[in-house]
């Protein structure tokens, strides 16, 4: 069988949705969900080590996200009977007036695949709707995403409101304007350039 798990790993990097979910949903009859997990998992770990050394594109991780979507698709009720849903929650969005989410979208998806739970809030999200999810959710970690120079004072003002609020969860910040001074500068726990890194930092943040 460990071939198998080998031809998984394989199809979800390739992108190749139809493979990978048959692959898992005959690895599925007999074998631990857990090693299943773990077999998309190293997918995209390998699929972030490739894109951070700009050996493959976003349009690469983005296949290989929808390969392992529907992956997890048979996995996930199993994995749930199971108790190996995600211990830990991130929250995200694009920042109050920012509309771009493609780069936010990956750095979610990367984060699905290193078995965070993910609660998108989408585009132009308002720090007082960051707040309610961290509450609702019991968020760990709040990721920002910001692409305009114009929009990245937002990401000052919800690390305070979240400081004033007295709630735990760790902010991170990322987008092509944001730097790790300005995180510094504005008390964020972390930054990131890449989703692949967004992802290496969550798991260290919650380690
Ligand atoms: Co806009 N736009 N845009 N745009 N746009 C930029 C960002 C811009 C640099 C283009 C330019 O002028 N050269 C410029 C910003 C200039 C600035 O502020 N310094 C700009 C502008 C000015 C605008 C408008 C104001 C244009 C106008 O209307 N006059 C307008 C603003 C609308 C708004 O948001 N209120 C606007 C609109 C748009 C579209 C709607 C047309 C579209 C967005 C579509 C969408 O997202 N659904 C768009 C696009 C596509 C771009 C460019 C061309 C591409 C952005 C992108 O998706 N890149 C962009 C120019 C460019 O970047 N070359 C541009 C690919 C993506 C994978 O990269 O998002 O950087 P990125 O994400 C990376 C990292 O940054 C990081 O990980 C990702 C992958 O590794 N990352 C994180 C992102 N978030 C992270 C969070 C993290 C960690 C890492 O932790 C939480």
Redesign the pocket.
Known sequence: MENEFDSLTEAVRKGQRDKAKEIASRLLESENPADILNAILTAMAQIGVRFKAGEVF?PEVLVAARAMNSVLEVLEPVLVKSGLQPKHCVV?GTVF????????N??AMMLRGANFKVVDLGVNVSADKFLSAAREHNADIV???A????TMPSMKNIVDVFKKSGIQAKI??????VTQDFADKIGANGY????AS?ADLCKRLVA
């Open positions: 976003v995200i007036g920012d509309l771009h989410d493609i780069g936010k990956l750095v990721a920002l995403s692409l305009l120079t114009t991170i910040v990322g987008g092509a304007p990131s350039k890449d989703a967004a």
